[in-house]
């Protein structure tokens, strides 16, 4: 005699209805379209659910151990199979993205000084261009800017990249400049503030010696040097071309409203 199982996919409907249901959300935000998404969900299941009972049963194979695994499996496959996609494709677009930045190579570089609207040196332009032969478009605005070291003394502090522009040139090659700074310049240097703006304030146009005078002295009395250009990606390391003067960009922010704010 064929047992009907019936009770079984009813029972496995209003579980996966109620888990939708009653399933905690916090983004207030998205409560409606998340709970949407949960009760399609729960549809799904059970829609994928009666058809496999109808099928089977009429068939004669479908016994009660079966019909409860499919019940629980149905919802791992469901979400599983996305996941899955999604997993391949992210491990793709890693791998892709580490192929292209192996590749890719410094075709260029040059620097020059980086001067205020009204002409005055305040830092160091790095211009360069990269060539990706498998292009780089999904991540070139990824790329971090150049940057520079200088080491040892008298100078052996930071820089500070003011800005850093991105431009493709054909197919495969990239011209890339970064604007930087030393990490003394004032608030008004280094984030792009005008003086007199509102954001503005006194301290703003104010030299920042984070090593106290002895790091001003430094900067005043060091001869010019050539600076050292890094890249991270693609890897990159090399002395600026020509040598820059540390005072020479401390006197530059003085005569676009830089000051000294202590002794």
Request: charged share 20%; proline share 7%; net charge positive.
């Given at each position: 005699?064929?047992?009907?199982?019936?009770?079984?996919?009813?029972?496995?409907?209003?579980?996966?209805?109620?888990?939708?249901?009653?399933?905690?959300?916090?983004?207030?935000?998205?409560?409606?379209?998340?709970?949407?998404?949960?009760?399609?969900?729960?549809?799904?299941?059970?829609?994928?659910?009666?058809?496999?009972?109808?099928?089977?049963?009429?068939?004669?194979?479908?016994?009660?151990?079966?019909?409860?695994?499919?019940?629980?499996?149905?919802?791992?496959?469901?979400?599983?199979?996305?996941?899955?996609?999604?997993?391949?494709?992210?491990?793709h677009?890693?791998?892709?993205?580490?192929?292209?930045?192996?590749?890719?190579?410094?075709?260029?570089?040059?620097?020059?000084?980086?001067?205020?609207?009204?002409?005055?040196?305040?830092?160091?332009?790095?211009?360069y261009?990269?060539?990706?032969?498998?292009?780089?478009?999904a991540?070139?605005?990824?790329?971090?800017?150049?940057?520079?070291?200088?080491?040892?003394?008298?100078?052996a502090?930071?820089?500070?990249v003011l800005?850093?522009?991105?431009?493709?040139?054909?197919?495969?090659?990239y011209?890339?400049?970064?604007?930087?700074v030393?990490?003394?310049?004032?608030?008004?240097?280094?984030?792009?503030?005008?003086?007199?703006?509102?954001?503005?304030?006194e301290?703003?146009?104010?030299?920042?010696?984070?090593?106290?005078?002895?790091e001003?002295?430094?900067?005043?009395?060091?001869?010019?040097?050539?600076?050292?250009?890094?890249?991270?990606?693609?890897e990159?390391?090399?002395?600026?071309?020509?040598?820059?003067?540390?005072?020479?960009?401390?006197?530059?922010?003085?005569k676009?409203?830089?000051?000294?704010?202590?002794?």
């Amino acid at each position: 005699m064929k047992t009907n199982h019936w009770s079984i996919p009813l029972v496995l409907t209003f579980i996966y209805f109620g888990f939708a249901l009653v399933f905690p959300i916090h983004a207030e935000m998205f409560t409606g379209l998340i709970r949407i998404l949960l009760l399609s969900f729960a549809a799904l299941c059970s829609l994928l659910l009666w058809v496999s009972y109808i099928v089977w049963s009429r068939r004669g194979a479908l016994s009660l151990s079966g019909l409860l695994l499919i019940g629980l499996l149905l919802p791992l496959i469901i979400c599983g199979i996305p996941a899955a996609v999604l997993s391949y494709r992210s491990w793709h677009v890693r791998d892709l993205d580490a192929r292209i930045k192996k590749e890719a190579v410094v075709i260029a570089i040059e620097d020059e000084e980086v001067l205020t609207e009204r002409g005055n040196p305040i830092g160091v332009r790095v211009r360069y261009e990269v060539r990706y032969p498998r292009g780089a478009e999904a991540l070139i605005s990824q790329l971090p800017p150049a940057n520079l070291s200088s080491a040892p003394l008298p100078y052996a502090k930071g820089f500070w990249v003011l800005r850093n522009e991105i431009h493709a040139l054909n197919a495969t090659d990239y011209s890339l400049s970064s604007d930087i700074v030393p990490d003394f310049m004032p608030p008004t240097v280094r984030f792009g503030i005008k003086p007199g703006a509102p954001e503005s304030r006194e301290a703003a146009s104010c030299f920042q010696w984070l090593g106290g005078p002895s790091e001003r002295e430094a900067v005043l009395n060091a001869s010019p040097q050539a600076f050292r250009i890094y890249i991270s990606e693609p890897e990159y390391s090399s002395p600026t071309r020509r040598s820059y003067s540390l005072r020479r960009f401390y006197e530059g922010a003085l005569k676009d409203g830089a000051r000294e704010c202590s002794g």
